[in-house]
């Protein structure tokens, strides 16, 4: 089956740790995104992907850092500079790249962080 | 400045009822407008989805209604059911801006048996 595989699914981390969320989709997507979910606050995008090495910063990427080194791979890291990094973390990937027509997201099943 | 605005926070409506969630928006620039339902501990899923070129658009249950010129959209569940209790999140894609999306806040619906 197709689709977008999170983990770890929780992941503990203690304060000035950096911590590596693994995204990898077998849709053959180009586009890929990483979401922010706090309670009441909805999605926020951290970082964006539309085609491999090559990667744009979305509306709250500080103390975050990701790479596309391969389609199928969007890694996520969560470093110490992050001063609030506890929430649940979202992985998606759409089709096309930007302007070609509707670009549905598909999601991963998440990974929850807690800092310590 | 939040791009789309999403109403109520939560709902609560009886089996059988029609639940109702509201979308509004100021960007012209939005092409697209997406539904997505969320379970507790999962990843949001697509439900249904609108151009801004169609009025109405129905699959089962639900229903989404587009107001172009109000800019507002809004999703009708018609006959509620307990499996329908679930995060609720309208959002609108962007043709200007890589493509991207911008999501409401979210609705946490629940339905009474």
């Known amino acids: 089956d197709g689709g977008i595989t999170q983990s770890p699914k929780y992941l503990f981390r203690k304060e000035g740790q950096n911590v590596t969320l693994s995204c990898e989709q077998n849709?053959?997507?180009?586009?890929m995104y990483w979401y922010r979910q706090d309670p009441g606050q909805g999605l926020r995008l951290i970082y964006y992907?539309?085609?491999?090495?090559?990667?744009q910063k979305g509306d709250i990427a500080e103390g975050y850092s990701v790479s596309r080194e391969k389609k199928e791979s969007f890694p996520l890291t969560v470093t110490s500079a992050q001063k609030n990094p506890t929430a649940f973390y979202l992985c998606?990937?759409?089709?096309?790249?930007?302007?070609?027509?509707?670009?549905?997201?598909?999601f991963g099943a998440g990974s929850r962080l807690t800092v310590l | 400045q939040q791009q789309v605005k999403q109403s109520p926070q939560s709902l609560i409506v009886q089996k059988g009822g029609i639940s109702i969630i509201n979308c509004a928006y100021e960007?012209?620039?939005?092409?697209?407008f997406p539904w997505y339902q969320q379970f507790p501990g999962k990843g949001p899923a697509l439900l249904i989805a609108?151009?801004?070129?169609?009025s109405e658009k129905k699959e089962g249950r639900f229903t989404i209604s587009f107001n172009k010129s109000a800019k507002q959209f809004s999703l009708h569940i018609m006959d509620s059911q307990p499996g329908d209790s679930a995060t609720y999140f309208c959002?609108?894609?962007?043709?200007?801006?890589?493509?991207?999306?911008?999501f409401g806040d979210g609705t946490t619906l629940t339905v009474k048996p």
């Open positions: 998606a990937s759409s089709i096309g790249r930007a302007g070609s027509g509707a670009n549905v997201l598909t």
């Open positions: 849709l053959n997507h180009d586009a």
């Open positions: 992907s539309q085609i491999v090495n090559d990667f």
């Open positions: 960007n012209t620039a939005f092409d697209y």
């Open positions: 609108i151009r801004p070129d169609v």
């Open positions: 959002a609108a894609r962007d043709r200007t801006n890589a493509g991207k999306s911008t």
